[in-house]
């Protein structure tokens, strides 16, 4: 069942909920925005049992499009602005035709290739509010910056977030890094608003503190979210020197955002942990090391896709690998082989390898996530060409893959040579491949 979110929101409507660069909006104003919205999708048939495929920004129209489509009871589908045209109608051939009643459909992989969607349930979505908000101390006097687009679990979830506890949002659309410390040190922001709070991926944070060029944020901002990837122990380090109030985190889209959180102290006191579990999930780790979870923010399943959510055990098997110490926190060991992470973009290598084997001159390729100091990690590709002697296959493939791939998903580092690695059952070595790139001796490509 989909629901009306604004309508469960029990703050005054003369309450300030959200500035943009028009200026303020009461939640009294920004209801009478979403009634015009949908005005509009009544007129185009949008309605009750329909997913509806948008694209999405952090920004007053982004969100009241959201609030909208709800509204009217349909379930709609974010999509980041920054997908290929063919990545967005990959999303809408494999929507075509699926039943709404979810609260939302996020994508965990990529939308390309084989893309799975994840059914996101109101219920989950509440119960993952209701738990940031015990472990971060969150209130209604928070003001947020939204820095993520509602197509990324941890932008949807910042939005629901604010609105079910009453807080507040800064929401001006895709930012750099120049305008989000300007926002952060209260430069550029609408008069009287204080930034308290913002979520960033590892990527962003790098840009941050590049900015700011080691200087401390102001004392008005009390919390730095970092989750959407593994944050290198040299940034955290770089960024805790710097006197920034980091809350790490680990979470997936299957656990609509956040699993397992540490707030600033604990992350003050041991640098690098994500925390214990949430209230209301648990977390378990299987013997070959398999982060395992399950709890209230649980997606009800995926769509378009045969795959399970729940083992047969009952748990969601992550794929990532973790320990848990003494005293209950969990600290990310690696992730699975065949999904990177990169700047917080989740990239699936069996959409990039079936990119690259419909270039002409490919035969076969192999991906795979390398570590990268800024990006958490970066995408590499052993391509094994028709031609050996083809000569400037490279400069091919950037070519080729710009219209078909989001910059996120390019590979940055290249092998080109036969004898693609496979193991004895005829499966892609992904270990072998990896080693081959690491051990290339040649300058990244350029960086985003």
């Known amino acids: 069942m989909v629901v009306d979110v604004l309508a469960r929101v029990s703050a005054p409507p003369d309450r300030t909920v959200l500035w943009d660069a028009e200026g303020a909006w009461t939640y009294a104003e920004l209801a009478a925005r979403v009634d015009e919205r949908v005005a509009d999708l009544d007129a185009v048939g949008h309605g009750p049992g329909e997913v509806v495929p948008v694209v999405l920004d952090a920004d007053l129209e982004g969100i009241v499009t959201l609030l909208a489509l709800w509204r009217v009871g349909a379930t709609p589908a974010p999509l980041s602005s920054r997908l290929t045209e063919?990545?967005?109608?990959?999303?809408?051939?494999?929507?075509?035709?699926?039943?709404?009643?979810?609260?939302?459909?996020?994508?965990?992989?990529?939308?390309?290739?084989?893309?799975?969607?994840?059914?996101?349930?109101?219920?989950?979505?509440?119960?993952?509010?209701?738990?940031?908000?015990?472990?971060?101390?969150?209130?209604?006097?928070?003001?947020?910056?939204?820095?993520?687009?509602?197509?990324?679990?941890?932008?949807?979830?910042?939005?629901?977030?604010?609105?079910?506890?009453?807080?507040?949002?800064?929401?001006?659309?895709?930012?750099?890094?120049?305008?989000?410390?300007?926002?952060?040190?209260?430069?550029?922001?609408?008069?009287?608003?204080?930034?308290?709070?913002?979520?960033?991926?590892?990527?962003?944070?790098?840009?941050?503190?590049?900015?700011?060029?080691?200087?401390?944020p102001p004392p008005s901002l009390r919390c730095v979210l970092v989750g959407g990837g593994a944050a290198p122990a040299g940034l955290v380090a770089r960024a805790l020197d710097a006197g920034w109030p980091l809350a790490l985190t680990y979470g997936l889209t299957e656990a609509t955002s956040q699993v397992a959180t540490a707030p600033p102290d604990v992350v003050r006191r041991k640098p690098g942990t994500v925390g214990s579990a949430l209230p209301g999930v648990e977390l378990g780790v299987a013997d070959d090391g398999e982060i395992l979870v399950r709890g209230a923010t649980l997606a009800s399943g995926y769509i378009a896709s045969d795959d399970a959510l729940f083992g047969e055990d009952g748990w969601l098997h992550t794929g990532d690998l973790g320990r848990l110490d003494a005293d209950g926190d969990l600290w990310v060991t690696g992730r699975r082989m065949d999904r990177i992470v990169s700047g917080g973009v989740t990239v699936d290598a069996a959409e990039v390898e079936e990119a690259l084997?419909?270039?002409?001159?490919?035969?076969?390729?192999?991906?795979?996530?390398?570590?990268?100091?800024?990006?958490?990690?970066?995408?590499?590709?052993?391509?094994?060409?028709?031609?050996?002697?083809?000569?400037?296959?490279?400069?091919?493939?950037?070519?080729?893959?710009?219209?078909?791939?989001?910059?996120?998903?390019?590979?940055?580092?290249?092998?080109?040579?036969?004898?693609?690695?496979?193991?004895?059952?005829?499966?892609?070595?992904?270990?072998?491949?990896?080693?081959?790139?690491?051990?290339?001796?040649?300058?990244?490509?350029?960086?985003?």
């Not at 738990?131 to 509602?150: F, I, N, Q």
């Open 357 to 448: 084997r419909t270039h002409p001159g490919v035969r076969d390729a192999g991906v795979v996530g390398l570590p990268d100091e800024e990006w958490g990690e970066r995408v590499g590709a052993w391509v094994e060409p028709v031609d050996p002697d083809a000569p400037d296959l490279v400069t091919a493939l950037d070519d080729f893959l710009g219209d078909r791939l989001t910059t996120a998903k390019l590979p940055r580092v290249y092998h080109v040579a036969p004898g693609l690695p496979r193991n004895a059952n005829g499966k892609l070595d992904r270990d072998s491949v990896r080693e081959a790139l690491l051990a290339i001796q040649r300058t990244p490509r350029q960086a985003r």
């Open 86 to 216: 063919t990545e967005r109608d990959a999303a809408r051939r494999v929507l075509a035709g699926v039943a709404g009643g979810a609260q939302a459909v996020l994508w965990t992989s990529g939308t390309a290739g084989r893309p799975r969607g994840v059914a996101l349930t109101f219920d989950a979505l509440e119960a993952s509010a209701r738990a940031s908000a015990e472990r971060l101390a969150l209130g209604a006097e928070d003001v947020w910056l939204a820095s993520l687009s509602p197509a990324h679990v941890g932008g949807l979830a910042l939005v629901t977030r604010a609105l079910l506890l009453g807080s507040r949002l800064v929401a001006v659309g895709s930012l750099e890094a120049v305008a989000a410390a300007a926002l952060v040190d209260g430069r550029g922001a609408p008069p009287g608003v204080t930034v308290t709070h913002l979520s960033v991926v590892p990527t962003q944070l790098v840009r941050l503190l590049d900015v700011r060029g080691g200087a401390p």
